[in-house]
């Protein structure tokens, strides 16, 4: 039988009970699919920091980088946030991404039919919505030198670099193009080129690249206008290819066109060695341990580990149809719920997935 590695990390707030639900409905579809998944658990984030004194203990990133895939929950929360720079969470994800070489972050937006009501947006602005952010992520300001703060004549000086070299625009441009290529055939890169010279740098490599794709209509959108059309009119984007702080941003306004932040996934991907699958939403340490997250980006995420990271399609679709079904059924998680709805908490969810998953025809 078929066996994959399958590198866990449940890290902080409420990543734990997602990870149990994902792990559950990953044993249920890989036994239907007959093949074998072989779960490494490993500290990060928060939970590391606790074990170990580090975010991402050198044991974690081996672990990672050997897998066959990497399901990641959430980490983070504010406890750490005093801690100097280099031994928070977040710094702990970011080296992962870096140890990984996870260049490119896809987090695709679509709206869920069942959910239309959820977002803050009216129906008909985000109806049909089906967009992919393509975000840089180990490059741009997040990693640029020089950085710091330094104290002269009284005054105290932060700063940070946004730097692209030509090659990481190449290499994060081709796979926006290549996505593109395979949707709807539209590409908006999103800058600042009015204004920064890294910004001009990329919409210059861009354009280089669109002569290798005929078929890939490109347009360049600046970073503000872009923010401003994502609640205007959002069904005009295919795929938007854009850079680490920017695409940090614009990734969590679209997540709200579909309402919930809690139903995104997102891959992390490298040129070659495991990708790295997991929600857009964080560790949400206000709900943590009261069994009331919602699980779906994190079980959306594991199918998109599926998809990309194993090639396992059809195991894929199952996943993604157990979520539809339990959604046009009228089961909610609190960040949803609507009236006439039935609330449901973590686990719950949880049991509901597993039954649509394990009895397709049955159910609503
Ligand atoms: C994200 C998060 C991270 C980022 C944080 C937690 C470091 O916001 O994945 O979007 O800024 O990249
Ligand atoms: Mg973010």
Request: charged residues 20%; proline residues 5%; glycine residues 10%.
């Amino acid at each position: 039988m078929t066996s994959y590695r399958i590198t866990l990390l449940p890290g902080d707030g409420i990543g734990p009970e997602i990870t149990a639900v994902a792990r559950q409905l990953l044993d249920g579809v890989s036994r239907r699919h007959g093949f074998h998944l072989d779960f490494d658990v490993q500290p990060m984030g928060g939970a590391a920091i606790e074990a170990t004194g580090e975010p991402l203990p050198a044991s974690t990133l081996a672990a990672c980088r050997s897998a066959d895939a990497v399901l990641l929950a959430a980490i983070g929360s504010p406890q750490y946030d005093t801690l100097p720079r280099d031994q928070r969470p977040e710094t702990g994800l970011l080296q992962l991404r870096a140890g990984m070489g996870l260049f490119a972050n896809l987090r695709p937006v679509k709206i869920i039919p069942a959910l239309i009501d959820a977002s803050t947006l009216k129906p008909e602005v985000i109806e049909g919505v089906d967009l992919l952010v393509v975000r840089e992520l180990t490059g741009g300001v997040y990693f640029g030198t020089p950085k710091g703060r330094v104290e002269s004549e009284g005054r105290v000086r932060g700063f940070n670099t946004m730097a692209y070299f030509d090659d990481e625009i190449d290499r994060i441009a081709r796979v926006a193009f290549d996505l593109a290529a395979q949707r709807r055939g539209r590409l908006c890169s999103v800058d600042k080129a009015n204004v920064l010279d890294v910004s001009q740098l990329w919409r210059d490599r861009v354009d280089l690249m669109a002569q290798d794709y005929p078929a890939v209509a490109l347009s360049h959108m600046y970073v503000d206008n872009a923010a401003m059309q994502l609640v205007r009119a959002p069904r005009q984007f295919d795929v938007l290819l854009t850079s680490n702080l920017f695409g940090d941003i614009l990734s969590d306004e679209a997540a709200m066109l579909t309402g919930s932040i809690g139903m995104l996934p997102s891959a992390s991907l490298g040129s070659d060695g495991p990708g790295l699958f997991e929600p857009i939403h964080g560790s949400a340490p206000d709900i943590a341990g009261q069994d009331k997250a919602n699980p779906m980006a994190m079980v959306l995420s594991a199918a998109m580990l599926l998809r990309v990271g194993l090639q396992q399609e059809a195991a894929a679709l199952d996943l993604e149809q157990a979520v539809d079904r339990v959604l046009a059924a009228g089961f909610r998680t609190g960040d949803l719920m609507a009236a006439g709805c039935t609330l449901l908490g973590c686990q719950a969810m949880g049991a509901q997935l597993l039954a649509a998953l394990e009895d397709p025809q049955g159910g609503g």
